[in-house]
């Protein structure tokens, strides 16, 4: 489909695809196009409405190398922070890269994104800073994986540590009415 508004995903579960939509009319065109183009009869699910999560504090957490329950040759630091609504996620490190490499850096990058995925209540978590602030590694055997797999666990718990407050969907539109006081006075009342 050439919809760039379109968000698709496979539910790792299920293995469905998941499509996010902004409306029946977007299903209905969807359903149609699929049959005309393609001759497959799409089955829709109930539509149900998206929430998104949100930190409520500023947190940070630690979790060290060898320290249960962590089996990981890593230790992660991260900072949760909640922003305005609308900021979306912003990640940022105060971890030298001379002390620890671009590629373990992005492990820990990946995770955090992969874990914004599902919050505590199973939806996307966005409007948060999260700053990597503090790594350990032991070398040769640390690798990049490590790091991958542990972020995921630490930016949890620090979620769990700052609870979150449920965003519910917001509609934007614009009413225009004829400059008649009556209409006016009307539509001001019913909105």
């Known amino acids: 489909m050439e919809d760039p508004s379109l968000s698709f995903s496979i539910n790792s579960y299920s293995d469905e695809l998941e499509i996010s939509l902004y409306g029946l009319t977007q299903k209905e065109i969807i359903?149609?196009?699929l049959e005309?183009?393609?001759?497959?009869?799409?089955?829709?699910d109930e539509i149900k409405t998206i929430y998104k999560e949100r930190p409520i504090k500023k947190v940070n957490k630690i979790i060290q190398i060898e320290?249960?329950?962590?089996?990981?040759?890593?230790s992660i630091g991260l900072t949760l922070e909640?922003?305005?609504?609308?900021?979306?996620?912003?990640?940022?490190?105060?971890i030298s890269f001379g002390y620890l490499n671009h590629s373990f850096q992005n492990a820990v990058f990946e995770g955090i994104r992969m874990s914004c995925q599902s919050?505590?209540?199973?939806?996307?978590?966005t409007d948060l800073k999260v700053t990597f602030t503090y790594a350990l590694y032991y070398s040769p055997i640390s690798t990049p994986a490590d790091f991958?797999?542990?972020?995921?666990?630490?930016?949890?718990?620090?979620?769990?540590?700052?609870?979150?407050?449920?965003?519910e969907p917001m509609l934007y539109f614009e009413l225009q009415?004829?400059?008649?006081?009556?209409?006016?006075r009307s539509a001001k009342n019913d909105v």
């Open 67 to 74: 320290v249960p329950p962590n089996p990981y040759w890593a």
């Open 36 to 44: 005309e183009r393609f001759s497959v009869k799409a089955h829709f």
């Open 31 to 33: 359903q149609t196009l």
């Open 82 to 94: 909640p922003l305005p609504i609308g900021s979306g996620l912003q990640i940022e490190s105060e």
């Open 148 to 167: 991958r797999q542990l972020s995921p666990y630490v930016f949890r718990l620090a979620l769990q540590q700052s609870g979150v407050d449920i965003l």
């Open 119 to 125: 919050g505590l209540h199973g939806w996307e978590v």
């Open 177 to 184: 009415i004829p400059q008649v006081a009556s209409y006016y």
